[in-house]
């Protein structure tokens, strides 16, 4: 082929990539702007208290929310990815699975309940608020999940914007007409969740006839569980600390807490947009992050753009404080001192989904748990040795450093370990056929 024709379809090819991430980062942008006004009407129309109560009680919501379904997800996002023809079929063991869940969901939502809500925080409040993030908002993910492996990138784009004008537009209208109530604000939360999921479902999850295949899932059961477990376990590391703020601080404490790391949430937006694609691409190419210069390109790159997020709304906030209300003025002094928590917050969550890309969802469970108990341990440690609420945010940027350091060592560690056998053999990092397909 002439070396003219080699660069255009190679263009061609980055041009494409560069449309699919266009789309991916319209639905991040329109979701910052929505998630903005959501935050800012809750944050406010809340007192801190309550606010931190909420916060925490929708971050145990989604660590749950990962229990359902065992992880029958992954089958279902690698089969839209490579195996069209089977998400029906696929579709049905995902419902299996997230009924046979089911009563685990709820043991483990009672024990979250007795352990950091009970006395704080109403049950009926906390089950709305968890139901929201277990059934319905975790619908929506399925379906976005599913339009991605589609490489329906635009309607992914158009579910995660829908749905979040759709709590947006619940939040605001709590604010200008709700009595200002926890337990008032969870049951809307919730039924806006059950509206924005039933939308996604209807108008976008790709009609195909439903087959239910046992000898299908149950070949599926080891990828499935494994990713069940290293998502619980990255999200509980994830959201960890706002357990431990609120059981060592109170709700006040937790409160500010819980602002500070929604506003650092924001930098993330971007960066799972290109995490989608990166996982797509080690899916199809499994050697294109094996190259050092591209892995630590695209670490500073996942750093700066972190920090740089970061760094313009501390400013902002610094000159304009009660900007996004007065609730959040108490918090927006302390953005500037955790600037550099975003940036290893988002490499470990990078350096997960590398991993996952990879098939390697055993080792990233592992890796996760490590992170986790050094995160619960040092955070222990910080708030009792740093009492003082600017002093312990600061130390919160060690904290991740450590974390990270952990993180990537052992990510790139397993990726090194690996490579004599994937030179004998690549097959067994596809995803091989099973019986039936």
């Not at 789309?23 to 009407?41: D, E, I, M, P, Q």
């Not at 290293?230 to 994830?238: G, K, R, T, V």
Request: net charge positive; charged share 15%.
């Amino acid at each position: 082929m002439p070396r003219t024709a080699v660069w255009i379809e190679s263009f061609k090819g980055n041009l494409s990539v560069i449309r699919d991430y266009a789309w991916l980062l319209s639905g991040s942008a329109g979701r910052l702007v929505l998630s903005l006004a959501y935050f800012v009407s809750i944050a406010n129309g809340l007192s801190v208290g309550d606010f931190g109560l909420f916060a925490t009680a929708s971050a145990t919501g989604i660590v749950l929310s990962r229990i359902g379904g065992f992880g029958f997800v992954s089958p279902l996002y690698r089969v839209a990815t490579v195996r069209q023809r089977l998400v029906g079929t696929y579709t049905v063991g995902l419902l299996v699975a997230f009924l046979l869940s089911l009563p685990v969901v709820a043991i483990a939502a009672a024990g979250f309940y007795a352990a950091f809500f009970d006395g704080e925080m109403g049950i009926a409040a906390f089950v709305a608020v968890v139901t929201a993030e277990i059934l319905f908002w975790r619908a929506l993910e399925v379906v976005v999940i599913v339009n991605n492996g589609l490489g329906r990138f635009g309607r992914g784009a158009s579910i995660v914007i829908a749905g979040s004008a759709i709590r947006a537009a619940a939040a605001v209208g709590f604010v200008l007409v709700g009595s200002g109530t926890l337990l008032e604000w969870s049951w809307i939360y919730m039924t806006a969740n059950a509206v924005a999921a039933l939308f996604a479902i209807v108008g976008f999850y790709p009609r195909q006839r439903l087959r239910f295949r046992p000898a299908l899932y149950l070949s599926r059961w080891r990828d499935s569980l494994s990713v069940a477990g290293a998502e619980i376990i990255f999200y509980l590391q994830s959201e960890l600390d706002k357990l431990l703020v609120l059981s060592l601080g109170g709700p006040q404490m937790a409160g500010i807490y819980a602002i500070l790391m929604r506003l650092i949430d924001l930098t993330a937006l971007p960066i799972r947009s290109a995490n989608t694609m990166i996982v797509q691409k080690l899916m199809k190419s499994p050697g294109w992050i094996s190259d050092w210069k591209r892995r630590w390109g695209l670490e500073a790159i996942v750093a700066v753009v972190s920090v740089a997020g970061l760094a313009v709304l501390g400013g902002i906030l610094h000159l304009y404080p009660t900007l996004l209300g007065r609730n959040v003025a108490d918090a927006a002094p302390l953005v500037l001192v955790a600037l550099f928590v975003p940036a290893f917050r988002n490499l470990i969550e990078y350096e997960s989904e590398l991993l996952y890309a990879r098939g390697k969802t055993g080792l990233r469970a592992l890796i996760l748990a490590i992170v986790g108990l050094i995160k619960a341990g040092l955070l222990v440690v910080l708030l009792r040795a740093a009492p003082d609420t600017e002093r312990w945010i600061l130390g919160l940027n060690g904290l991740f450093l450590v974390l990270w350091i952990v993180s990537a060592s052992s990510t790139y560690a397993a990726f090194d370990w690996s490579r004599p056998r994937r030179r004998r053999s690549r097959r067994w990092l596809r995803s091989a056929p099973q019986p039936g397909e």
